[in-house]
């Protein structure tokens, strides 16, 4: 084969129709791989249907690449489908522009359009996302200014950049998380290298290829490209800085140059009258401070890239729970608190108070036993402690509900504390060798009698509760449960009751009330 | 030539609403099935509710088709110089990204503005009629922005789930996902905060979620507009509705039955405040 230095617009339509039919064959399992940003596995069908409405616009077009690359960016934006779809119609926009007033492309314009377009790309989104089709065009770009003054011939030109662009699918599980875990490359990123393969394609096997002429079936099974192993990582990225700017004419390319030299990834996107900014860098507070001689800087988002899994810990106050049984330890757990027994929370909240520098630890006691040694704790800590009174299990649950890592102190301990006081607890437990079992209410001794059933029963009378929406049994043995739930129906005919194993050591039964 | 506001269907304002103040909408789209709608136009939230109860299909949602956008503008185009768009947060959706990429196309047409209102329902409507009613008055674009922009932090909005699992398999659910995997059964409760999904806490019954409600309309100084939105609840809503009523001008509370996109990421039994006001302080 002749070594094939320009590409003119009648080629690069072929070249589109071979992408399309390779995008075709493979689309099922661009669907299958959609994770990010939302795994509403549509990838595939949205770039096919972005694709062809972009082609079938190109085929309208004359013969000069120019024209159809203008074509192919008017018919992906009106045609586009998704958010890949918006994507790949800027990377086609940046492309058109890149390739303007061109007949043929050389290696050289066309990595000069990949630049373009790539950039283009970028601004589209106005929160670049690596590990992305973007990190696939970022890298088709640099791999294009690379090789194109060596690479005339466009087959080796294009085949190098298939190349690339395979290492960066590639490298997408290693930069997004979401990827990883589902043990995927990113669907969008992969199905740019589908069309670029598909282009490839074209080009090797020569203009045997049909035109476009629209939606084909195909009878091929879809190739499955297999994750490599040991790609390489990437430097630090810092932070993900992200702001409003708003002004009366807002100058975006003088903008561009002062923000430029802080930091990378850079995308001003927007009006003379508002533009959202996004840079990743080291610095954000000089990001803010440059970007503050040209507006008003509002909406300020400084993300910390390196250490994005630890997003959802350090929040203001931390939670300790007191409590025995198994089943209200995984309880406590599962409501965001540190759980502890009676005989190891004292070290568990020492530890913990000391740990949580700037943040505060609040502890639930959860038994009028804990309560004085939870507050003779928190005066020798000098208040890196504070306490909910909580005298009974379900207080402590209630109280745990409303807890919220984010919030402050004080705000914590009022919705804490108004959350375990609207809670009523009968506690049953056996009262010893002769078969009395003994019943309290919110820590009161309250009842006794000769059976579980019988201590309820009066304590219910006691508590003389109208009306009460929710009861928790928190149970040692299921027949206790039972008898307690149909006593509670018959109590209060439109309850909601739920049992619960909390398997405590000492009270035979705990019914919570609300 | 008044500025002209054009928004998506996820800020749910009613028909009579966006009709009087000359607004655009443009719809999100729905597909279930295999067939797709447009948001709130060719499927109502009742219909779609009531056609998940028997099919096992799952709705799909994605982004108005860039075409709906530029179908807009350019209307609108060749009747103004000036459009502003007010979308829902683009951290829950493309939409806006689609937005802005349109007006660039379009941008020797008119001038066109893109505002992220970083809330959705009824508060990005709020944010919406904000504007529209500024741009009804004869204000500039760049006043219309600023109304719009000083609402966006006046909004505010709590939701009562019944289940999570909608928004977990929407892949919305976000920092709410502390609220999943609970042991005992808990009424949800979602607020968005940064343009994300985010929980504001849990209560063990129906009941208490509802009152949580109204103590956060009770929680305002002043409002100036109430909206209560739910899905396949109508009978809970009226009641809180009422109950309402105590804080606000129960005739001026818009009531709405969300449209199918929001439905299809909250599923039934959602209950909806979202507020334009002022809070107290502390």
């Known amino acids: 084969m002749n070594p094939m230095t320009s590409l003119g617009g009648h080629d690069f339509k072929l070249l589109l129709a071979a992408a399309i039919r390779r995008l075709e064959l493979?689309?099922?399992?661009?669907?299958?791989?959609?994770?990010?940003?939302v795994p509403d596995g549509d990838t595939g069908a949205n770039m096919l249907q972005s694709m062809r409405a972009a082609v079938q616009e190109a085929e309208k077009a004359g013969d000069d690449i120019a024209e159809t690359a203008q074509a192919l960016a008017r018919g992906a934006l009106r045609g586009a489908r998704g958010n890949s779809g918006v994507i790949l119609s800027q990377f086609w926009q940046g492309l058109a522009q890149g390739l303007a007033g061109k007949k043929t492309a050389t290696s050289s314009d066309l990595s000069r359009a990949f630049r373009r377009a790539r950039d283009l790309a970028y601004a589209a989104v106005s929160r670049p996302v690596e590990g992305t089709i973007l990190t696939v065009m970022h890298d088709l770009a640099n791999a294009a200014a690379d090789c194109a003054s060596r690479l005339k011939d466009l087959r080796a030109f294009l085949g190098r950049l298939v190349r690339a662009a395979r290492a960066s699918v590639a490298s997408t599980p290693k930069l997004l998380a979401v990827l990883r875990g589902a043990g995927v490359v990113d669907s969008g990123a992969q199905g740019l290298l589908v069309i670029l393969e598909g282009a490839l394609g074209y080009l090797r096997r020569g203009s045997a290829s049909p035109r476009y002429r629209g939606p084909g079936a195909s009878r091929r099974e879809p190739r499955v490209p297999r994750l490599p192993a040991g790609t390489p990582g990437r430097a630090p990225y810092g932070y993900c800085t992200e702001f409003l700017l708003s002004g009366t004419e807002l100058d975006l390319e003088k903008i561009r140059m002062a923000?430029?030299?802080?930091?990378?990834?850079?995308?001003?996107?927007?009006?003379?009258l508002l533009a959202r900014v996004h840079i990743h860098s080291p610095d954000p507070e000089a990001v803010f401070a440059a970007a503050g001689a040209f507006g008003a800087v509002?909406?300020?988002?400084?993300?910390?890239?390196?250490?994005?899994?630890?997003?959802?810990?350090?929040?203001?106050?931390?939670?300790?729970?007191?409590?025995?049984?198994?089943?209200?330890?995984?309880?406590?757990?599962?409501?965001?608190?540190?759980?502890?027994?009676?005989?190891?929370?004292?070290?568990?909240?020492?530890?913990?108070?000391?740990?949580?520098?700037?943040?505060?630890?609040?502890?639930?006691?959860?038994?009028?036993?804990?309560?004085?040694?939870?507050?003779?704790?928190?005066?020798e800590l000098d208040g890196r402690l504070a306490v909910v009174p909580t005298r009974t299990i379900p207080q402590g649950i209630a109280a745990a509900m409303a807890f919220d890592p984010r919030l402050g102190l004080k705000a914590n301990l009022g919705r804490m504390g108004r959350a375990a006081g609207q809670v009523r607890t009968i506690e049953i437990r056996s009262g010893?060798?002769?078969?009395?079992?003994?019943?309290?209410?919110?820590?009161?001794?309250?009842?006794?009698?000769?059976?579980?059933?019988?201590v309820l029963e009066l304590s219910l009378q006691r508590l003389s509760l109208p009306e009460a929406d929710v009861a928790t049994i928190y149970y040692r043995s299921p027949p206790e449960a039972e008898t307690a739930d149909s006593l509670l129906r018959s109590h209060y005919p439109r309850i909601r009751v739920e049992r619960y194993a909390g398997g405590h050591p000492v009270f035979e039964l705990i019914v919570s009330i609300e | 030539m008044a500025v002209r506001i054009v928004t998506d269907?996820?800020?749910?304002?009613?028909?009579?609403?966006?009709?009087?103040?000359g607004i655009t909408v443009v719809p999100l789209i729905i597909s279930f099935e295999g067939r797709?709608?447009?948001?709130?136009?060719?499927?109502?939230?009742?219909?779609?509710?009531?056609?998940?109860?028997?099919?096992?299909?799952?709705?799909?949602?994605?982004?108005?088709?860039?075409?709906?956008?530029?179908q807009a503008y350019e209307k609108l185009a060749s009747e103004t110089g000036e459009i502003l768009v007010i979308t829902l947060s683009s951290r829950l959706s493309g939409t806006y990204e689609a937005a802005r990429q349109c007006g660039a196309a379009l941008r020797n047409r008119a001038r066109i503005e893109v505002l992220d209102s970083r809330t959705a329902t009824l508060a990005e409507g709020f944010v919406v009629l904000k504007a529209a009613r500024a741009a009804r008055a004869g204000a500039s674009l760049s006043q219309v922005i600023q109304a719009a922009r000083e609402a966006i932090p006046r909004t505010a909005l709590l939701a009562s789930f019944d289940t999570l699992k909608y928004l977990q398999r929407g892949g919305r659910i976000g920092a709410a996902k502390v609220l999943l995997g609970s042991l005992l059964q808990i009424n949800p409760l979602i607020t968005l905060r940064d343009g994300l999904v985010a929980p504001a806490g849990r209560v063990r019954s129906r009941a208490k979620a509802l009152s949580a409600l109204l103590e956060f309309a009770q929680g305002f100084a002043s409002i100036e507009e109430l909206a209560v939105g739910h899905g396949a609840c109508l009978e809970e809503a009226e009641a809180l509705v009422e109950r309402l009523g105590a804080v606000f001008p129960k005739e001026r509370i818009l009531l709405s039955n969300t449209t199918p996109v929001i439905g299809a990421h909250t599923g039934p039994g959602l209950l909806l405040l979202t507020v334009l006001g002022d809070r107290k302080e502390n």
């Open chain 1, 259 to 272: 923000l430029e030299p802080l930091g990378d990834s850079l995308v001003i996107a927007g009006g003379s």
């Open chain 2, 36 to 70: 797709e709608y447009r948001d709130g136009v060719d499927l109502s939230a009742a219909e779609l509710y009531e056609r998940l109860k028997t099919s096992p299909a799952m709705p799909k949602t994605s982004i108005p088709p860039p075409s709906a956008f530029l």
């Open chain 1, 26 to 37: 493979n689309a099922a399992q661009l669907d299958a791989w959609n994770v990010f940003p």
């Open chain 1, 298 to 379: 509002e909406e300020r988002l400084a993300r910390n890239m390196d250490q994005d899994r630890r997003e959802l810990s350090g929040g203001a106050c931390a939670l300790l729970a007191v409590a025995d049984g198994p089943g209200f330890l995984r309880l406590f757990e599962s409501l965001g608190a540190v759980p502890a027994g009676k005989t190891a929370w004292r070290r568990a909240a020492v530890r913990l108070a000391r740990r949580a520098a700037g943040s505060r630890l609040i502890v639930l006691p959860n038994s009028a036993e804990i309560m004085p040694l939870a507050e003779r704790l928190r005066g």
């Open chain 2, 9 to 21: 269907s996820i800020a749910d304002l009613p028909a009579r609403i966006v009709e009087e103040l």
């Open chain 1, 432 to 454: 010893g060798a002769d078969g009395v079992f003994i019943g309290s209410l919110d820590g009161e001794r309250v009842a006794e009698g000769p059976a579980v059933r019988r």
